[in-house]
Nanobody, 124 residues
Framework: QVQLVESGGGLVQAGDSLRLSCVAS????????TGWFRQAPGKEREFVAA????????FYTDSVKGRFTISGDNAKNTVYLQMNSLKPEDTAVYYC?????????????????WGQGTQVTVSS
């Protein structure tokens, strides 16, 4: 059974940093690509970042480029999202998801399994 567990969310002030973690069980980290998505109240779920199976390619939505970094640690079977210079508009529930087949890393409908999310709240 595939299970993804996000952690690391919390309440911070604008300009602060957080590191989110996504720990996978039921599969090896290197067997899938991983994406981070977020959903704010009243808004649709939005692509944030993704990393390829090899870890050699990363992708970001324009609003987080230069501030967020996605990375992986095979030994810990974990993918991270380092978030710096946080803004109030980054407030959302953040989800990690895994993608088993080739396609568009930015398309949420091409991901196969999802975690339950972790809340990030950024005050001004």
């Amino acid at each position: 059974q595939v299970q993804l567990v996000e952690s690391g969310g919390g309440l911070v002030q604008a300009g602060d940093s957080l590191r989110l973690s996504c720990v996978a069980s039921g599969l090896t980290f290197s067997s899938y690509a991983t994406g981070w998505f977020r959903q704010a109240p009243g808004k649709e779920r939005e692509f944030v970042a993704a990393i390829s199976r090899s870890g050699l390619s990363t992708f970001y939505t324009d609003s987080v480029k230069g501030r967020f970094t996605i990375s992986g640690d095979n030994a810990k079977n974990t993918v991270y999202l380092q978030m710096n210079s946080l803004k109030p508009e980054d407030t959302a529930v953040y989800y990690c998801a895994v993608k088993y087949y080739s396609g568009n890393y930015r398309n949420q409908y091409q991901y196969d399994d999802w975690g339950q999310g972790t809340q990030v709240t950024v005050s001004s």
